[in-house]
């Protein structure tokens, strides 16, 4: 079956973009299926940038299909921006498509997540203050308004009113805060509905369709892995499932109609906002490698806490995705250094563990054990096949190979769409081992 899922299997900002963007070269549709204008990543087009909050990826390519999918939440106001964005620097947006059964973030999503994250204090979880989390939360508590509910007058008129009475309530009486006004969010939302009228309708039927006549099917994660709600490095994690399963909940697609998973790694670990990090670095080293890789958040901004790459959390990765392969990026940041090195276990009080733990206290109190490996040279981002990669370059590629036990089908080379090595197609149906 000629479909990929590309899932984030750190924390997140791994250079999924990248990947999306160059694999729906080959792709007749790309589809995002959760998360929200909380993510970003930032493609390189013949020198050009972009950096994109919502929108697939494959959206910059002329002919290919942009799916925002029922999983995501989608603040109007932020894709209308984007569209704009995207349309003055001459792409055309034409083939966007947005699920009817994609919820909203809308004003009061964003002032209430930045109220309780605030209320947190010392227990902040890093959030990104975007509306993300309360959106969801309004999505499961089954008080969402819907992309279907922009085109049902008497309906949002409803729902709008019904939703800001029951908000205001909260910013009054517990945050002691003005309250917000129906019919600002009731002019977002007739706003957003003009301009998006002919660009919603039911994506799992154009998704499935799709998979039915053999078409190459790309489904783009958000985030990574270990920001999951339920299998991150809980409660410092999303509202959401960046995991592959949650590209069939969030697309409405089986997950029989998943031909490969290909997890993206970076060469090293990156992440944004609270919580233990085991490899860490604190020092002269993670700051070279921050400002090589230009390790600031495409969202907010924030400097990425930055650390050696993690076997440990690569193999947990691995098993909770299914993963078949991995797409490696930014090994170029760390040539020139004199020696790299990759956590193959923790160890906590004499004991050695080489499955990632849920505990946080462990987390926070455990040590890394390394493998030490010789650094390499620059080397030229142009090359064309992996052979020609410095000796210790190849042999730290080995190394992760090895610790998680998957093959590298992608490796970057450069921050160019073009500085990427492809060493299978992915869209080739995988032989899978029935045992």
């Known amino acids: 079956m000629p479909s990929v899922a590309v899932i984030g299997a750190q924390w997140g900002d791994e250079g999924k973009g990248k990947v999306t963007h160059y694999l729906a070269q080959q792709a007749d549709m790309v589809v995002r299926s959760q998360g929200g204008n909380n993510a970003g990543h930032t493609v390189v087009v013949g020198g050009e940038v972009f950096k994109l909050h919502l929108l697939p990826s494959g959206i910059l390519y002329p002919g290919c299909r942009a799916v925002i999918g029922n999983g995501v939440v989608v603040d109007t106001e932020v894709l209308l921006e984007e569209l704009a964005y995207l349309e003055g620097r001459g792409v055309d947006t034409s083939g966007l498509v947005v699920s009817d059964r994609a919820h909203l973030i809308l004003p009061y999503h964003r002032l209430l997540d930045g109220l309780e994250e605030d209320d947190r204090a010392e227990r902040r979880i890093g959030t990104t203050r975007r509306g993300v989390g309360p959106a969801y939360m309004d999505k499961n508590a089954r008080a969402g308004i819907r992309m279907v509910d922009l085109f049902e007058p008497e309906r949002l008129r409803a729902v709008v009113g019904w939703n800001v009475d029951r908000v205001n309530r909260i910013l009054e009486r517990v945050y002691d805060v003005p309250p917000v006004s129906a019919a600002e969010v009731l002019a977002i939302c007739q706003r957003a509905a003009a301009r998006l009228r002919g660009m919603v309708e039911d994506t799992s039927v154009l998704v499935n369709e799709a998979l039915d006549r053999g078409q190459r099917v ?34 409405g697609v089986g997950p029989s109609r998943i ?24 020092d002269e080293t993670g700051e ?14 924030r400097p990425r806490r930055v650390g050696w790459l993690d076997a440990v959390m690569l193999r947990y990765a691995a098993r909770v995705n299914g993963l078949d392969a991995l797409a490696l990026n930014h090994l170029d940041v760390l040539s020139g250094m004199e020696m790299v090195r990759l956590a193959v276990a923790y160890e906590l009080n004499g004991t050695r563990l080489t499955h990632y733990p849920a505990s946080l206290s462990t987390l926070e109190r455990a040590r ?3 493998l030490d490996l010789p650094g390499w040279p620059a080397f ?26 998957l093959p590298l089908a992608v490796i970057s ?13 992915l869209f080739q149906p995988l032989e899978r081992s029935s045992t």
């Open 259 to 282: 031909g490969r998973v290909l997890g993206v790694v970076k060469a090293y670990t990156t992440r944004v906002g609270d919580g233990p990090m085991v490899t860490e670095l604190n």
């Open 413 to 425: 080379t450069g921050r160019e769409r073009g500085h990427t090595l492809i060493l299978e197609d």
């Open 218 to 251: 790309l489904f783009e994660g958000s985030q990574g892995t270990f920001l999951d709600v339920d299998h991150g490095t809980y409660p410092y994690v999303t509202s959401s499932h960046p995991v592959a399963g949650g590209v069939t909940i969030g697309s």
């Open 368 to 370: 890394a054990v390394y």
């Open 380 to 405: 030229s981002p142009e090359i064309r096949r992996r052979e020609e990669l410095p000796g210790a370059a190849e042999t730290f590629l080995q190394a992760i190979e090895q610790e998680v036990g």
């Open 288 to 301: 070279r490698i921050r400002q090589v890789g230009h390790e600031f958040g495409t969202t907010t901004g």
